[in-house]
């Protein structure tokens, strides 16, 4: 195909081939099928690829965000917290100490240590709903606390000084599934969200967006994920956001 991946960015109003009108959809991840951004008049055919993320989701393609905490534990540091530390790093490198995800009551997900000298912990869908705009930068101390009492719980060794907190962004439908579909009435716009569990179907979803943007028929069935289905257009779809 020879497309190229374009920077992340808002770029507005694209406009359908014969319209003169444009959505106004931000949009991220921009690919087109002719080796040039979207817009650039680099050939014949331009399709946009929307991948609607935390820091690019608009209600327009009917993403839900919710704000969830990430603590890497691990700190450098010096004195008697150095012997925690390799402890730390010792017991949860990849060859000892498995990515992992915990359902129960609060959903958990962490990594061993990797590249910084420190692990990682997450909850899964744990925040309040926000926007892009309104979102906060502060760690919640209420999820502060559940990680606390889950290492303690049930990891010991996984914990250690902090090294830092930073908030993060999930895009998830009230259905808390994927979107893959062409943009009603802009058909060369395809909208993908991950609702927060996509990576592991990453090299699959990437070939049926090539498939959308391209005019083909998918690979695979994929009504369940459109953008027209009643969890995205029935304001009464009851949300569902604990897996």
Not at 159 to 185: A, F, I, K, M, N
Not at 191 to 214: E, N, S
Request: proline share 9%; with cysteine.
């Amino acid at each position: 195909m020879g497309g190229q991946l374009g920077q992340p960015r808002d770029q507005r109003d694209p406009e359908p081939a014969g319209d003169q009108g444009g959505t106004g959809v931000p949009l991220v991840g921009v690919v087109d099928d002719v080796g040039g951004e979207a817009g650039a008049g680099a050939g014949e055919r331009d399709e946009l690829v929307v991948g609607a993320s935390g820091v690019a989701a608009d209600p327009r393609v009917g993403g839900e965000l919710g704000e969830a905490d990430a603590v890497a534990a691990g700190q450098r540091v010096r004195g008697a917290d150095e012997d925690v530390q390799r402890r730390t790093s010792r017991s949860s490198r990849p060859s000892r100490f498995p990515v992992f995800m915990w359902h129960g009551r609060h959903n958990f997900y962490g990594f061993p240590v990797y590249g910084e000298v420190a692990t990682k912990l997450d909850q899964h869908m744990g925040g309040d709903e926000t926007t892009a705009d309104t979102r906060g930068f502060d760690p919640d101390p209420v999820r502060r606390g559940r990680y606390a009492g889950f290492v303690e719980r049930h990891l010991p060794r996984f914990g250690g000084p902090e090294l830092y907190s930073r908030t993060c962004l999930y895009t998830v439908p009230p259905d808390q599934d994927l979107v893959l579909d062409t943009l009603p009435g802009a058909p060369q716009i395809v909208v993908a969200i991950g609702a927060g569990h996509a990576f592991k179907f990453a090299a699959l979803i990437g070939g049926l967006l090539a498939d959308l943007a391209q005019g083909r028929a998918p690979a695979h069935p994929i009504d369940a994920f459109s953008l027209t289905r009643p969890a995205l257009t029935d304001p009464s779809f009851p949300r569902s956001f604990h897996v």
